[in-house]
């Protein structure tokens, strides 16, 4: 679902850009497609940095042990 809805908003920002036929207008009507992909990009690091620091494997820790101790889970077994 995340491929088809990124080839469709990529598609749709570039051929709405396009000023002129779409063989002429096509080359410099993708900049903006590509500004996307480059802030996708930059947001997919950003999480990926932020969800590998020290805090995020404590945080991580600590729900996990909560789980564990999860009045539910001693029902269940």
Request: hydrophobic letters at 50%; a positive charge.
């Amino acid at each position: 679902v995340g491929n088809s809805m990124g080839v469709a908003v990529i598609g749709a920002t570039t051929t709405a850009a396009v000023a002129g036929s779409l063989h002429d207008g096509l080359a410099s009507a993708s900049h903006t497609g590509w500004w996307i992909i480059v802030g996708c990009g930059v947001t997919v690091l950003a999480l990926g940095l932020a969800s590998t620091t020290r805090w995020a494997h404590e945080t991580a820790a600590r729900t996990a042990a909560g789980l564990i101790d999860h009045p539910l889970r001693r029902v269940a077994a």
